[in-house]
């Protein structure tokens, strides 16, 4: 038998606990924005990962702007298919 879990919160990956920029994308409006001095190509795939649009600029060396720019998921759900 097959339990499924609702409400449970999304991890970033592979069990590790969401990082600060994962959590404040998930808590941010739109329009928002933070610095960060993780990598510009490691910002991106936590925000692909969770399905938010943002654009990321270089504030300092080695420092990045992040803007939440919008709300999407990143794969359409797909019907289920019935057998013929």
Partial sequence: MIKL???VDMIETRGRPPSE???LLKSMKVGESFL???RRETLYQIARA???KVRILQEADGVWR???RANVRTRPIKPVKEDL
């Fill in 21 to 23: 920029e994962h959590m």
């Fill in 66 to 68: 992040v803007w939440k």
């Fill in 50 to 52: 969770i399905g938010v």
């Fill in 5 to 7: 879990e609702t409400g």
């Fill in 36 to 38: 960060s001095t993780k």
